[in-house]
């Protein structure tokens, strides 16, 4: 028993000589720290990189929301105001039929509520 113990122990040193000498093998500590130095500086730049493009589109998006608006107000004070006020100009519910006169005054209703909710002067 005690031979094959010490065969078993041999074959277990030789198995960890062996590993001990890939892990040498294959790098060396200053190695694996450049290594990683230069992953993490190559993360830095991706990083920075993605940053910087975040960077452009939110204030690509910021400037075109701020075109937006202002072509909304442009279309509401050129565009719709003068129609509601015609609109508004037009109300003559005496002119309509008994029979049209509550379809009107519905319709008049809806107008002024969106010329209010335009904010129109």
Do not use: D
């Not at 190695?31 to 939110?58: D, K, P």
């Amino acid at each position: 028993m005690p031979e094959q113990q010490a065969a078993a122990l041999r074959a277990e040193v030789a198995a960890l000589t062996h590993v001990v000498g890939q892990l040498a093998s294959r790098s060396t500590v200053a190695e694996l720290v450049h290594a990683t130095a230069i992953r993490t500086r190559r993360f830095i730049a991706v990083i920075s990189v993605l940053l910087l493009a975040q960077l452009g589109v939110t204030g690509y998006l910021m400037w075109t929301n701020v075109q937006i608006s202002v072509v909304q107000q442009r279309t509401s004070n050129q565009v719709l105001c003068p129609l509601y006020e015609v609109f508004l100009r037009s109300y003559h519910p005496e002119a309509q039929p008994p029979a049209r006169r509550v379809e009107y005054e519905e319709s008049f209703a809806v107008i002024r509520k969106s010329y209010a909710v335009l904010e129109c002067q």
